[in-house]
C-alpha cells in the first residue's frame, strides 16, 4: 500500500469529519435559533387538470362511505368504482375522503379545506353520506328521539348540509351528486316504528335541500333495509354487511350516466 | 503523534474493513430503493393517480380513521395525532413531505439508519480496534515503542473518528449515487420543513422554518455523524476493556438493539431516557415527531450521548495506560 494513498485516504477523511462537525454545530444552532426569518406561507395551489380521459370519484362523508361493516373493506364506493370499471374502459381515481364517526359540522369544516376544495374541483362524481351520527349520536338517539331535541338537532344538520352542498356546487358545478339518504337500523327492535317516522321525515327533508341545488341526486335507502333489516346489518346491528353496502352501490349505479 | 496515526491508518486500510462496510451499505441500499420503488408503484396503482397531494390527503383521511378506533394505545394515538397535524401542515403549505428524488431518498435512509445500521457499521471497526491487537499479540510490539501509552491510544482513537467520518461520507454517497438511478439525481434545492415543537398539547408549528433539502440533509448528516462518534467511543471502550472482540461485539449489539426495541415501550418508563440507547435518534427532532419519552428534547439527547461519550473516553484511557499486558 503505498504512502500516497494512506494520505489521500486521511485527508479525506479530516475534511469529512470537519464538515459532519459543521453541519452537526449549524443543526443545533438551526433548532434553537428563534424566530424564524421567513414564516412559511400559505400558498394558493393552481390546479392542474390531470386524468382528463379518466372517471374522478370522489367520496366524502362518515362511516358509511368508508364501508365500515364490510368484511370486504370496500364499502359501497368500493363496490360502485368495481362496477363503474366493468362497465367502461375509463380509468376510474377514487379519493375516499370518508372519516369514522363524522357528522355534519365536522364535514362542514373538512369541505372549507384547501386541498378538499382542490379533490372536489376535479370530481365527475360526487358520493356523500352524512347524517346518521347526527340524528344517532352512538346510541344516544334512542332514548331521547321523541322529545323535541331532534327538532333543533335537524335543523343544525340541514343548515350544515346546505352549506356543504353550497361549497360543493362553488368549487365543482358540472358533477352529479349522489346524496345517500338514511336507513333505519332499528326497525325491527320496540320503538323501531316511531324511529322510522323520524327517519323518513329527516329523509324527506334532506331530500328537499337537496333539490333546491342542480345535479344533487337525494338516493333513498329507507326501502332497501326495510324488510329483513337484519339480514343486511353487520354485527354492531347499526352499520351494513358486505350484503347491505352491495345494495346501496347497485342502486347507486343504476342512477349513473355518462 | 503523525507518524502514529499514519501507521494506524495504514492497519485500518490493509485489513480491508472500508470496503467490507462500503459493500455492505451498496447491497442494503439497493435493497431499499427497490423497496421504495416497489412502494410508489403500488400507491400508484391503488389510488390511480401520481398527484402527491391526493395521495397525501388520503393519508391524512386513513390516519383520522385509525384515531377513531378505540382498540389504539394512548402514546399510539399521540403519535398518530402529531404526524397527522404535520401532514395537514404540509399539505396546508403545499409542500411534498417526499420530493422525489435521490437526495429524498438519502434523508430517508439517514433517519431510519441512524439508530442501529449505521452504528453496527462504525461497531465494525470500532470493536477490535484495541482488543485485536491483544489476539494478535501485536500489543507487546506497540507499547514497547518509546511512546507513551496515551499517545497510542489517542492515534487509535483519532483513526476511529476520521474512520467514522468516512463511513457517514460512504453512505451518503451511496444512497445518492445507486437511488439516483432509478428516482433521478435531482431535488437539492426541495423545501422541507423542520422546527415543528412536539407539546403536550400537541403540534406546535409557531416555529416552523422552511429550508433547502441540502442544508437539511447536511445536519443530518451532522447528527448521524456525532451518534456514530458516540457509538464508535463505547465499542471503543469495550474494545479495551474486553479482551474478545466477539465478547465485546456482543454486549453493543445487545445494547443497540435493546434501545430499538426499547424506544416503542418505554414511554411509561420515565428514568429510561438516560440510557444512551433511546436517545440515538436525533434526526426525529429535526423532523418533528413525537419523542419516546416525554420531555425529551434534542439537547437533552445531546447532552446524554455526550455524558456517555465523555465517561467512556475516560474509562479507556485510564484502564489502558495502567492495564497490565502480558
Same mark, same amino acid.
Given at each position: ?65 368508508? @364501508? ?5 373493506? *370496500?364499502? #359501497?364506493?368500493?363496490? !360502485?368504482?368495481?362496477?363503474?370499471? /366493468?362497465?367502461? =374502459? ?57 322529545? @323535541? ?5 335537524? *335543523?343544525? #344538520?340541514?343548515?350544515? !348540509?346546505?352549506?356543504?352542498?353550497? /361549497?360543493?356546487? =362553488? ?88 | ?326
Amino acid at each position: 500500500m503505498s504512502k500516497n494513498v494512506i494520505r489521500f485516504i486521511t485527508i479525506l477523511a479530516v475534511f469529512f469529519c470537519l464538515l459532519w462537525a459543521a453541519g452537526l454545530g449549524w443543526a443545533v444552532k438551526e433548532y434553537y435559533a428563534g424566530k424564524p426569518d421567513q414564516a412559511p406561507q400559505r400558498t394558493k395551489v393552481v390546479t392542474k387538470t390531470e386524468n382528463q380521459k379518466g372517471l374522478t370519484i370522489v367520496a366524502l362523508g362518515d362511516s358509511l362511505t368508508r @364501508g365500515t361493516g364490510d368484511e370486504t373493506g *370496500k364499502g #359501497y364506493v368500493g363496490d !360502485l368504482v368495481d362496477e363503474i370499471k /366493468q362497465k367502461t =374502459k375509463r380509468p376510474v381515481q377514487l379519493t375516499n375522503l370518508g372519516i369514522n364517526g363524522q357528522r355534519s359540522d365536522q364535514l362542514k369544516k373538512q369541505v372549507q379545506q384547501m386541498e378538499v376544495q382542490r379533490q372536489l374541483e376535479k370530481a365527475d362524481v360526487i358520493l356523500l353520506t352524512i347524517g346518521g351520527n347526527d340524528l344517532f349520536r352512538g346510541g344516544q338517539g334512542l332514548i331521547d328521539f321523541q322529545s @323535541g331535541d331532534i327538532a333543533a338537532i335537524e *335543523k343544525k #344538520y340541514l343548515n350544515n !348540509l346546505k352549506f356543504i352542498f353550497q /361549497q360543493i356546487r =362553488k368549487h365543482n358545478d358540472h358533477a352529479n351528486v349522489f346524496f345517500i339518504g338514511l336507513y333505519n337500523p332499528f326497525s325491527e327492535m320496540d320503538q323501531g316504528k316511531e324511529m322510522s317516522k323520524v327517519i323518513r321525515h329527516w329523509n324527506y327533508d334532506s331530500a328537499e335541500v337537496s333539490a333546491a341545488f342542480p345535479k344533487i341526486v337525494f338516493v333513498p335507502t329507507f326501502d332497501l333495509f326495510e324488510l329483513k333489516v337484519n339480514d343486511y346489518l353487520y354485527s354492531d346491528k347499526f352499520h351494513p354487511n358486505t350484503k347491505g353496502y352491495r345494495l346501496i352501490a347497485e342502486r347507486v349505479a343504476s342512477l349513473l350516466t355518462w | 503523534m503523525n507518524k502514529l496515526i499514519q501507521n494506524e491508518m495504514m492497519k485500518l486500510v490493509a485489513k480491508k474493513r472500508l470496503l467490507v462496510i462500503a459493500l455492505i451499505i451498496g447491497v442494503l441500499v439497493i435493497l431499499f430503493t427497490y423497496a421504495q420503488y416497489k412502494q410508489v408503484q403500488t400507491q400508484r396503482e391503488k389510488l390511480g393517480t401520481s398527484d402527491w397531494r391526493t395521495i397525501l390527503q388520503q393519508q391524512i383521511v386513513d390516519t383520522t380513521n385509525r384515531l377513531s378506533s378505540s382498540r389504539i394505545s394512548d402514546e399510539w394515538k399521540k403519535q398518530l395525532q402529531i404526524s397527522l397535524q404535520q401532514q395537514q401542515y404540509y399539505l396546508d403549505h403545499d409542500i411534498n413531505p417526499a420530493e422525489p428524488g435521490a437526495p429524498t431518498f438519502m434523508r430517508i435512509f439517514l433517519e431510519n439508519s441512524i439508530d442501529l445500521f449505521i452504528p453496527l457499521m462504525v461497531m465494525v471497526i470500532a470493536s477490535d480496534l484495541v482488543s485485536s491487537e491483544h489476539s494478535l499479540g501485536t500489543v507487546k510490539l506497540l507499547l514497547t515503542r518509546p511512546v507513551k501509552r496515551w499517545k497510542v491510544l489517542l492515534s487509535k482513537y483519532i483513526t476511529l473518528c476520521l474512520a467514522v467520518s468516512l463511513i457517514i461520507a460512504i453512505a451518503g454517497f451511496l444512497s445518492y449515487a445507486i437511488s439516483g438511478v432509478v428516482f433521478g439525481y435531482k431535488g437539492w434545492g426541495a423545501p422541507i420543513l423542520t422546527g415543528f415543537n412536539v407539546t403536550d398539547e400537541g403540534l406546535n408549528t409557531s416555529q416552523v422554518k422552511l429550508l433547502s433539502l441540502w442544508k437539511f440533509l447536511l445536519m443530518d448528516f451532522g447528527l448521524v455523524w456525532f451518534v456514530a462518534i458516540v457509538v464508535g467511543t463505547l465499542s471503543f471502550m469495550l474494545s479495551v476493556l474486553i479482551r474478545s472482540t466477539a465478547a465485546g461485539m456482543g454486549v453493543m449489539l445487545a445494547a443497540l438493539i435493546s434501545g430499538a426495541i426499547l424506544n416503542n415501550m418505554i414511554s411509561s418508563w420515565e428514568s429510561a431516557k438516560y440510557f444512551f440507547m433511546v436517545n440515538l435518534r436525533l434526526t426525529d427532532y429535526m423532523k418533528g415527531t413525537a419523542p419516546p419519552i416525554e420531555g425529551m428534547t434534542l439537547a437533552f439527547s445531546m447532552l446524554v450521548l455526550l455524558v456517555w461519550w465523555l465517561a467512556a473516553l475516560c474509562v479507556s484511557f485510564i484502564v489502558f495506560t495502567k492495564k497490565d499486558v502480558y
